[in-house]
């Protein structure tokens, strides 16, 4: 095993390792992966790479199911000193060209059944392919099987960078995000000790690997903490409601717990064995908030992050986690609210833009230096595009993206405040407040509502509940009922979908 102290995020991972046999990563089919098989493993992935030709620096991209083996695929490509570019598994063809042309990795790994399509696309930038299934089986891991565990950690300085994660991009092209060793490591640390994770945790690990939440968030803090996670291939509610007997944590976007709360099986009783529910990734609602403090007892705990960022904020472990807000900035995180025009610091309760600057925050756009330059303050604070305030209390909230702000007739209206007026109201599930094309206004403000099944909620009823407690300006001009909300993976409201169907409402 490696001893030689660096900045790779492998080694600060796994250096030091006092108990190799602990029990790292728990799989449905009953499989037992303890931390010294898990850095074993990765040593033999290691060696396939290197053996194919991947270098220090080189892009590894991945587009393939969740398994361990596509973990392990993550830590040897960071252990090797290559960059780990994951991918959406949505993603078609015709996306794919676009990242990996972007990106011009030397090895692409992706299903086997994809294999002849990518193949194509990987050969135009003189990468080569291999193959991992949703099993876990392929050219990558038989030839694993073969390699030798040993590998020496090639050693990294903190700056040097680890991954590459292409922004989610709802409007214009995606942007690769450039992440170092030390932006990973310093904000998992940093969670474990805020969260208070120890070697007891069991985390139940449901979300995609894509993604920053469940491949740096919810699997770096648990290796760090030396605790175990039961991996998930996908979210099930059944599953989960029974694994909590035995789990004490839960990342999870916020549908996970709209969709937990349906289930009949969710109590006091069966969250009893569990410590922590931790919520991230899209605005979870107030409601939601209450609602499951009141079914489980346990408050869920909101944080707040993106994939330039990491994570940024963070609601207390000890101390209240206030319904809506996302909580205090993480230690060595400095968050501040700004007018977005001039950049000038807004005092307390004010809505501007937030700006974040620490270790946590990524070293810029893949090959889009003006990009980058233009996403960055002078004295190095990061633009996040989210728009929101800090209370007096000191909690960050958030009131949606900048590019969600509607402009009525010159005035700014932000959908959050609509969206909870509306959300208030008896029989409505959630709601998404857009601007739309308006001859007159530039933008007219419309709603788009989800109700309970069999609830008389119309536009009429939406419009007279909101009469009087809106300035005329924010009233929707039209209000539309619909089953539920255009949602991408990570749970997000695609407002941009939203946009497109009604583009033409006010058209004359
Ligand atoms: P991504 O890069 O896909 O992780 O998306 C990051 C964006 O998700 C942020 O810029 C926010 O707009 C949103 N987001 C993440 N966490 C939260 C949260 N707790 N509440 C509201 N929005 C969030």
Redesign the pocket.
Known sequence: MNTIANANLFSRLFDGLDEPGRLAIEELDGARISYADLIARAGQMANVLVARGVKVGDRVAAQTEKSVAALVLYLATVRAGAVYLPLNTAYTLNELEYFIGDAEPSLVVCDPAKAEGIGKIAAKVGAKVETLGADGKGSLTEAAAKASPEFTTVPRGNDDLAAILY??GTTGRSKGAMLSHDNLASNSLSLVGYWGFTKDDVLIHALPIY???GLFVASNVTLFARASMIFLPKFDPDLIIKLMARATALMGVPTFYTRLLQHPGLSKESTRHMRLFI??????LADTHREWSARTGHAVL???????TNMNTSNPYDGERVPGA?GFPLPGVSVRVTDPESGKELARDEIGMIEVKGPNVFKGYWRMPDKTRSEFRDDGFFI???LGKIDDKGYVH?VG?GKDLVISGGFNVYPKEIESEIDAMPGVVESAVIGVPHADFGEGVTAVVVCNKGAAVTEASVLKALDGRLAKFKMPKRVFVVDELPRNA?G?VQKNILRDTYAKIFAK
């Open positions: 922004t989610s993604h920053t939440h919520s991230g990734s899209a605005p979870l909101e944080r707040y992050g993106m994939t330039e996302v996040t595009g989210d958030i993206r990570m997000k």
